[in-house]
């Protein structure tokens, strides 16, 4: 199993970038996936995930406070694709952005810990200048 992120790159504060995460191996059709971030000399953080339709519930979404309301999480089962649309960057943005999929099919919607994930991307690179 592969995850390829993609999309990172250098954009000014209040710029846009749109973040995508191409999986193949297996398909994540029946798995939450996630997007976190690592800034230089901290901790991988939690940014964002999405659940998957289990019949009950449709991609429902869960955001760290400090991106609400600026990025927006997504996925395309078809193409085994997720995004991550962020929106008025911040210089506090700045990070190696990674994406995962969800070590279990249950929860639908996982946890927002790096423990409950298994395949991760290899990172790609978001700098915003101020």
């Known amino acids: 199993v592969q995850l390829q992120a993609s999309g990172g790159g250098l954009v000014q504060a209040g710029g846009s970038l749109r973040l995508s995460c191409a999986a193949s191996g297996r398909t994540f059709s029946n798995r939450g996936m996630g997007w976190f971030r690592q800034a230089p000399g901290k901790e991988r953080e939690f940014v964002a995930n999405?659940?998957?339709?289990?019949?009950?519930?449709?991609?429902?979404?869960k955001y760290a406070d400090s991106v609400k309301g600026r990025f927006t999480i997504s996925r395309d089962n078809a193409k085994n694709t997720g995004y991550l649309q962020m929106n008025s960057l911040k210089p506090e943005d700045t990070a190696v952005y990674y994406c995962a999929t969800a070590r279990s099919a249950f929860p639908v919607l996982p946890s927002t810990a790096t423990t409950a994930y298994d395949y991760w991307g290899q990172g790609t690179q978001v700098t915003v200048s101020s």
């Open positions: 999405i659940g998957w339709s289990d019949g009950w519930s449709d991609g429902r979404t």
